[in-house]
T-cell receptor, first 111, second 114 residues
Framework: RKEVEQDPGPFNVPEGATVAFNCTYSNSASQSFFWYRQDCRKEPKLLMSVYSSGNEDGRFTAQLNRASQYISLLIRDSKLSDSATYLC????????????FGKGTKLSVKP | DAGITQSPRHKVTETGTPVTLRCHQT?????MYWYRQDPGHGLRLIHYSYGVKDTDKGEVSDGYSVSRSKTEDFLLTLESATSSQTSVYFC?????????????FGPGTRLTVT
């Protein structure tokens, strides 16, 4: 089982749609969880950290289910500018803080 | 903006030649990382550093070496480049001041080995 698994997509949605990304991780000792966004030919950029209680930032909501080892990201009222690849990222812990990346899910928002 | 620059941004080199990529940061972060990104793979860790002269291997370290002689610079060297090392290389820092594990990335170096 891969350490971090995501649906590769692509997800093609119209503007204004709600879209959900899911991610599972294999290491139950993982300590921190993130969603990054990566535009074509650009570096990954931190979108959100994911907390056990769930967290929301505007149109974006992230959820963590430790028992199921499952992370989600919900985007409401999607915009054309949300088109990108979304990377699920976990850290197995330890002081070095290494990150384990999923392969990403590509999102295309159409007019 | 985490103040990270990478150089060169693009490079084409021949098989067997040595190549050094540079990552430079301006904010005195202790932790620095080198990743590579290839189609069909997530970002994979090559090497990381947890201080000046303190480095360790990541998941895909074979064929790569690193050095960190001062806090602001982390160098990645391909001793003898191979075509399998054609990739996009990203440097990252961990800002322990903002959160424990969030990392911030430089703009990347596109390396082609012919």
């Amino acid at each position: 089982r891969k350490e971090v698994e995501q649906d590769p997509g692509p997800f093609n949605v119209p503007e204004g749609a709600t879209v959900a990304f899911n991610c599972t991780y294999s290491n139950s000792a993982s300590q921190s969880f993130f969603w990054y966004r990566q535009d074509c030919r650009k570096e990954p950029k931190l979108l959100m950290s994911v907390y056990s209680s769930g967290n929301e930032d505007g149109r974006f909501t992230a959820q963590l289910n430790r028992a199921s080892q499952y992370i989600s990201l919900l985007i409401r009222d999607s915009k054309l500018s949300d088109s990108a690849t979304y990377l699920c990222v976990v850290t197995p812990g330890g002081s070095q803080g290494n990150l384990i990346f999923g392969k990403g899910t590509k999102l295309s928002v159409k007019p | 903006d985490a103040g990270i620059t990478q150089s060169p941004r693009h490079k084409v080199t021949e098989t067997g030649t040595p190549v050094t990529l540079r990552c430079h940061q301006t904010e005195n972060h202790r932790y620095m990382y080198w990743y590579r990104q290839d189609p069909g793979h997530g970002l994979r860790l090559i090497h990381y550093s947890y201080g000046v002269k303190d480095t360790d291997k990541g998941e895909v370290s074979d064929g790569y070496s690193v050095s960190r002689s001062k806090t602001e610079d982390f160098l990645l060297t391909l001793e003898s480049a191979t075509s399998s090392q054609t990739s996009v290389y990203f440097c990252a820092i961990r800002d322990t001041g903002r959160g424990r594990y969030e990392q911030y990335f430089g703009p990347g170096t596109r390396l082609t080995v012919t």
